[in-house]
């Protein structure tokens, strides 16, 4: 998540018949941290959850964050990742590069993402 409460209860919170009120912060930007002190020999892979303009959204943050590769997928609607066994991810990385997992079992998708990066690796290391 990109958000948590900024502030949490020791206990639980009886009802008063008031509203109830709650203030957010941003969490901290682990992959943006993680970029930042890479070495030149890591491969770095973010992911992107989205509900709307998945792809362009994705390649945004590819490039923002300094990634080597991003898997994205929407999370909107019924055809979206939450609450379903099956994903879709459009994986993007530099150069160009683009490939479609899926639709499949969220298990196959994850094999076939791995499969993937480790291809990637591969080849940028010969």
Known sequence: SDWRPKSTALQKMKKDG?????????VPDIVTALAE??????????FAAE????????????????LDLIAANSVAGSEGAF???????IVLGRNGFREVLGPASKAVVARQLIDVIARLVAARAS
């Open 51 to 66: 509900t709307e303009n998945v792809e362009a959204n994705a390649l945004d943050k590819l490039e923002r964050k300094g």
């Open 37 to 46: 002190e890479r070495r030149t020999d890591q491969f770095l892979v973010g």
């Open 18 to 26: 008031q509203g109830l009120t709650v203030e957010f912060e941003p």
């Open 83 to 89: 609450g379903s066994d099956h994903n879709k991810l």
